[in-house]
């Protein structure tokens, strides 16, 4: 690991920023198949993908793999196969139940001396550099968690969520779109907040879907930096389709 320190005006100590990457999921919305982590976007499993992107900023030297249960070395081998930056350390655990679960895999694997983490989703391979770096500058400035986040193209409506597929919804209400943003990640945080967010905050159901919100939870101020297009997630088939045609215009534009 990379033990460089990264002064900013805000502060002197040494910043040594891990990404924790979520990749346990089984990608039930996008059907039947591999592991979604696992499935081929251009030829390369999407996992490598957000591996890259986030191995791509300066800021970051280790990469933490949370991956499926009984998929760790497979993942691992993966990782191998797939030259990083030199400047970039990769360790690979095993992942649990809920995406909440995997995310305290990955923090519990940090090794002494890591002062800020990313919890990047593998499900978003293709989310820019620049996006990736401006979360870590926020963070590095003082910010004790960090969402990229755009507006919303959609009006939203709170409802009464049916019992029934596809029965009717009563409308609850309709919050003001401007006044909404659609989180992505990487989120961004200093790591003893995630650690204490992660320890403070109940597993309940599913578990949390979003850290930032976890750390709301302990009456920390979250902030939101802008996000960006291709940080899209990975959730449906059409988005696979989508990332296929933005990793094409890559090639076309730069040679890839
Ligand atoms: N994730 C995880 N462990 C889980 C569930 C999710 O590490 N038990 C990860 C996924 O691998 C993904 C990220 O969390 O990178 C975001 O979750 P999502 O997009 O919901 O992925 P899946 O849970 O795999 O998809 P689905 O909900 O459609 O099954
Ligand atoms: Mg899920």
Do not use: C
């Amino acid at each position: 690991m990379s033990d460089e320190s990264h002064a900013s005006p805000q502060s002197t100590a040494p910043h040594l920023t891990a990404a924790v990457i979520p990749a346990a999921g089984r990608g039930v919305r996008l059907g039947p198949g591999a592991p979604k982590a696992l499935r081929a976007l251009s030829g390369l499993p999407m996992l490598i993908h957000a591996v890259r992107a986030m191995a791509a900023s300066r800021g970051v030297s280790l990469v933490v793999v949370v991956a499926p249960p009984d998929g760790a070395v497979e993942v691992k081998n993966l990782l191998d196969e797939h030259a990083l930056p030199e400047t970039t350390d990769y360790v690979v655990v095993p992942g649990g139940d809920t995406r909440q679960e995997s995310v305290r895999a990955g923090l519990d694997a940090l090794p002494p001396g890591i002062t800020e983490v990313l919890v990047h989703d593998a499900a978003r391979p293709l989310v820019p550099v620049d996006t990736v770096d401006a979360v870590i500058e926020a963070v590095r400035g003082g910010a004790p968690a960090v969402v990229p986040a755009l507006p919303l193209a959609d009006t939203v409506k709170q409802v009464e969520p049916a019992t029934e597929s596809g029965a009717p919804e009563p409308v609850v209400a309709t919050p003001e779109r401007a006044l909404l943003r659609a989180v992505q990640t990487p989120q961004g945080f200093d790591l003893a907040t995630l650690i204490r967010a992660h320890e403070q905050v109940a597993l309940n159901g599913e578990g949390a879907t979003d850290d930032a919100g976890m750390v709301e939870q302990l009456g920390v101020q979250v902030v939101v930096v802008p996000g960006h297009e291709e940080a899209f997630k990975v959730t449906r088939p059409l988005d696979l389709v989508l990332a296929e045609a933005v990793l094409a215009r890559r090639r076309a534009n730069d040679g890839f």
